[in-house]
């Protein structure tokens, strides 16, 4: 079924023009990428570190303000990831590297979404200048930069634990 | 000329980062490359969408507790970035884009020591409303690290091929 939808997409006129079909698209989503990720990793990392106790006079209620720039990063990464998908699905549906990746990313998904249904976010939005915020709150901080970085490491290996590029 | 980057390339330190099959040589290298960048550009785009007047309500000072982690980046990028160019010495240094890329980082990083010292610096800052200096900063900060990351990521495209054995250059 992963096969048949990679052939069908291969063969879409989106996939050629990534593909090398307009010049300089490639190159220009791969820019995008990396911008997309010093914005995500930027803003996740402050609020990670603030969490784990580093600047605390930070309060952390107009520092999640800061979220909608990781959501625009997030946003970023997310079309032009698929636009590489697209491109050329084939180096992607076979590559080790690419499944480890998208279960971080997954992950990563997963520690956000249980942030707000238990209500850690709202604990955390009123913890002040100078305050610790919960416990579970610091786990989850560690574990996103873990599985952020995590994220990073197996696109790095696309090329090299996996056969892409 | 040449021949010089060639001894630089001979040497055993350059030969394995760019010829070993181990993950630990030229992929561990380029991944810390990666985490560097996310880091200290990252960190520095936060800290200028602060100065540019979002997330009005933190305070501002506060957040140079954050450059021991931006120059921590800094250096892993000046070392993992250093040991690459040494593998390929002969194309990277002869690539015109690589000269765009040092550049535009010579200048962010000058940038990023004048928000250090102007604006960190103000004992009034968080008193008194961001000054338009500083807002000026925080735009230069943001493209000057936009030009480092778009050289760096066209280096793959212009200029002669570099990199690991076994990765091409895409043509576009």
Not at chain 2, 141 to 163: C, D, E, Q
């Amino acid at each position: 079924m992963i096969q048949a939808f990679s052939t069908w997409l291969h063969s879409t006129r989106l996939s050629w023009a990534m593909a090398g079909g307009v010049p300089w698209l490639w190159p220009l989503c791969e820019t995008l990428h990396f911008i997309g990720l010093a914005l995500l990793m930027g803003i996740v990392s402050v609020l990670d570190l603030r969490m784990l106790g580093m600047a605390k006079e930070l309060p952390l209620g107009p520092l999640q303000r800061l979220m909608p720039f990781a959501i625009l990063g997030f946003t970023i990464n997310l079309i032009t990831g698929a636009l590489f998908f697209t491109g050329d699905p084939t180096q992607y549906i076979h590559n080790v590297a690419f499944g480890f990746k998208l279960l971080f990313i997954g992950l990563a998904g997963v520690n956000v979404i249980l942030f707000y249904v238990t209500g850690l976010y709202r604990r955390v939005d009123s913890v002040g200048a100078g305050h610790d915020v919960p416990a579970a709150a610091k786990v989850a901080a560690a574990a996103s930069l873990f599985l952020w970085i995590g994220v990073m490491y197996w696109g790095r290996m696309l090329p090299f634990i996996g056969n892409a590029f | 000329m040449m021949q010089f980057l060639t001894s630089i390339e001979n040497t055993a330190f350059a030969s394995w980062v760019r010829e070993s099959s181990s993950l630990w040589a030229y992929p561990m290298i380029l991944f810390l490359h990666t985490v560097g960048l996310g880091f200290l550009v990252g960190l520095n785009a936060a800290i200028d969408f602060r100065i540019l007047g979002f997330a009005r309500r933190m305070p501002l000072a506060p957040m140079v507790k954050f450059y021991r982690v931006m120059w921590m980046a800094f250096w892993i990028n000046a070392l993992s970035g250093a040991a690459l160019l040494a593998a390929d010495a002969t194309t990277k240094l002869m690539n015109p884009v690589f000269y765009f890329k040092l550049g535009f980082i010579t200048v962010a990083v000058i940038n990023m020591i004048l928000i250090r010292r102007r604006v960190f610096g103000n004992p009034s800052l968080d008193l008194s409303p961001v000054t338009s200096g500083a807002k000026l900063l925080a735009v230069t900060s943001l493209i000057f690290w936009t030009g480092a990351i778009t050289a760096g990521r066209l280096m793959a495209y212009f200029g002669p091929v570099s990199g690991a054995p076994g990765l091409k250059n895409r043509i576009p």
